[in-house]
């Protein structure tokens, strides 16, 4: 008896508090343009700083792609120096406007607190009148602290004005598939569970 109570505890920690960290959601913490929607000019180049150390999850950009293009390279610097280089990939677009799609790159990385910058090939990136480019930051929802950063602006020239149409910034689509998943093996744990306790011997 003493064996199947110890096997149910141990399925209950696997259910409760390893499986829901795994699920967990990536959610937006930071936006160097305070959730700007309005009418984008165009920079390669976006300076921001974060007033707290931050584990990011994901690193996206709000950019305007060109026809067949999937990847784009991003270099972030930290206080002048080269702190990470990664191509992101073409993620979800504004439903009006296919070209302009967030750059997505799941980079798992303590950012501490310090002034940011970033550069990319091309004057494609959305930057905010009197602004400047749009960087999202997601975290894990279950490490959500009380970390507060915020943005800096640096005034830039006009180079191109595109219209920006409302759309939601990407971070997880798993919130109904999530659900799903999670009651699914909560419930095969469940059964897992009765089925040691009213076992014959």
């Known amino acids: 008896m003493i064996k199947k109570i110890l096997i149910s505890f141990c399925l209950t920690v ?3 508090v390893i499986v829901p960290k795994t ?3 990536d959610v937006l913490f930071f936006d160097s343009t305070d959730n700007y929607l309005g009418a984008c000019q165009l920079t390669n ?3 921001w ?3 707290d150390d931050a584990t990011v999850t ?3 950009v709000w950019y305007n792609w060109s026809q067949g293009e999937s990847n ?5 610097f930290l206080n002048g120096e080269q702190f990470a280089e990664f191509d992101a990939k073409r993620g979800n677009c504004d439903p009006y406007q296919q070209t302009w799609c967030n750059a997505d790159y799941q980079i798992n990385k303590l950012f501490p607190k310090g002034k940011y910058s970033t550069e990319i090939p091309n004057a494609r990136q959305c930057l905010k009148p009197k602004g400047t480019g749009a960087i999202r930051l997601y975290k894990d929802d279950s490490m959500i ?3 507060t950063p915020t943005s800096t602006v640096t005034e830039k020239k006009e180079v191109v004005v595109e219209t920006l149409k409302e759309v939601a910034p990407s971070s997880c689509a798993c919130s109904t598939k999530t659900i799903i998943l999670y009651a699914g ?3 095969l744990i469940s059964s897992a569970i009765f089925s040691l306790l009213f076992k014959r011997k």
């Open 23 to 25: 699920l967990a959601a």
């Open 185 to 187: 093996i909560t419930s």
């Open 45 to 47: 180049k976006s300076e």
């Open 14 to 16: 696997i259910g409760f």
């Open 145 to 147: 602290t009380n970390v």
């Open 72 to 76: 784009l390279p991003v270099k972030v």
């Open 58 to 60: 994901l690193f996206q």
């Open 49 to 51: 700083e974060l007033k």
